[in-house]
């Protein structure tokens, strides 16, 4: 894996979130009416006009995920190196989307300012440091994924450890849908179990630091 490479996949996550953060700047002047505060109001997927633009954003969610795979299939040369860039590249275009739209319309004014951040299969939502601390976990691991790769000592995780990251994984996806239905309501921020995410968080490190050092052992 070449620095060059390596910049050039750092370049377009940053360019791939600044047409993200574009769409939904013109998302938001469409959308006016309905505001994007906390609580949102209530937008009715029956209506002709919105329920369209609705799916229509769904799949470009879908679309989102399927180009950060395609380039980190691309910028890889083996499964390792491939499964690092998706991190490295999911992570940084989910930072670099929340700085664009600082600088494009000065949100969010907070770093605890609330954000919908999925729609599939259903509404996620959390306030925007969630996303960012899962993100600069995503970009700490693929970094030292890649690193370890480069230099012939990969990481090795055993099934049981897959089977634990996806666990972990489930577990700070259920704190992010957990407050979705309540986005329209007064007490939505009460829905957000933070502790249910530190310990997604905290028991995807363990596991990591266990593949860290376990693969640097010789048997």
Known sequence: MTLKRFCIVILFSIAFAYIESSVVVYLRTILNPCSFDFPINSISVTDPIIRPMLLTEIGREVATIVLIFTCAYLAGHNRQQRFAHFLIIFAIWDIFYYIWLRFLIGWPA???DWDILFLI??????A???PVIIACE??????VILYRDSVGRPMKATSTDWLGFAAAAMIVILSF???GPYVTQPDYA??????LFAFGCAASIVLFLKCFLTSGRTD
């Open 138 to 143: 995503m970009l700490l691991f693929g970094v």
């Open 190 to 195: 009460s829905h957000f179990y933070w502790p």
């Open 177 to 179: 849908i957990t407050p």
């Open 128 to 130: 925007v440091l969630y």
């Open 121 to 126: 299969p259903r509404t996620w939502a959390s």
């Open 110 to 112: 907070s770093i605890m």
